[in-house]
């Protein structure tokens, strides 16, 4: 129940395209749901977070869309860069904790 | 603001020998988190600190593994004897309160030969 499911395990986008990755989870007491993005040899760092009162957020090229009754989450990239190309993870944390549970990640291929 | 500052950066040891991982939260930052990150079990969390005390080790792997925070500026990981399994990159992380996200350091690359 801890569990917070990511696919897909990695993608492959050309540039100027939409890249989208989902994420599932299960346990209903989970109250803030970030997107980490992480580029090889650096630690993951905060992209966009939203919580469960809010169906979307949009920051820029990134914006996260929520569905509460199916307890799913999903990032999209619009106009995805080659810069873009990283690795991203989705988390949740429960609203009496501060422990962040993290999905497997999604590896972002973003070719020119 | 540095950040987060993990050190070493990167550390080979000998299967057996005993190797401490350290971290230096951002300053002001209450909570601090050490995560281990392998490729076949993801970002797991080992343990994590508020206000200087260890609230959940439950992720800590074995009694092989230990942490402390002295205090709210430093942070230690200690594995001791060291096994092969062990070699993953090990990163912390610390936030100020819940309204903000997590800042990770760059981590340790852990080889254990």
């Known amino acids: 129940q801890q569990q917070v499911k990511q696919s897909p395990q990695s993608l492959i986008v050309q540039k100027g395209g939409i890249s989208i990755i989902n994420c599932a989870y299960e346990n209903t007491a989970f109250d803030y749901f970030p997107w980490y993005q992480q580029f090889p040899g650096k630690g993951p760092a905060l992209l966009i977070a939203i919580r469960p009162d809010v169906s979307e957020k949009k920051e820029g090229r990134f914006t996260i869309s929520f569905n509460k009754s199916a307890k799913q989450f999903s990032l999209h990239i619009m106009d995805s860069q080659p810069g873009d190309s990283a690795t991203y993870f989705c988390?949740?944390?429960?609203?009496?904790?501060?422990?962040?549970?993290f999905g497997t990640g999604t590896r972002l291929q973003v070719f020119p | 603001d540095a950040g987060v500052i993990q050190s070493p950066r990167h550390e080979v040891t000998e299967m057996g020998q005993e190797v401490t991982l350290r971290c230096k939260p951002i300053?002001?930052?209450?909570?601090l988190f050490w995560y281990r990150q392998t490729m076949m079990r993801g970002l797991e969390l080992l343990i994590y600190?508020?206000?200087?005390?260890?609230?959940?080790d439950s992720g800590m792997p074995e009694d092989r593994f230990s942490a402390k925070m002295p205090n709210a500026s430093f942070s230690t990981l200690k594995i001791q004897p060291s096994e092969p399994r062990d070699s993953a990159v090990y990163f912390c992380a610390s936030t100020q309160d819940r309204t903000y996200g997590y800042t990770f350091g760059s981590g340790t690359r852990l080889t254990v030969v």
């Open positions: 300053s002001g930052h209450n909570s």
């Open positions: 600190f508020n206000n200087n005390v260890p609230i959940d």
């Open positions: 988390a949740a944390r429960t609203y009496n904790t501060d422990k962040l549970i």
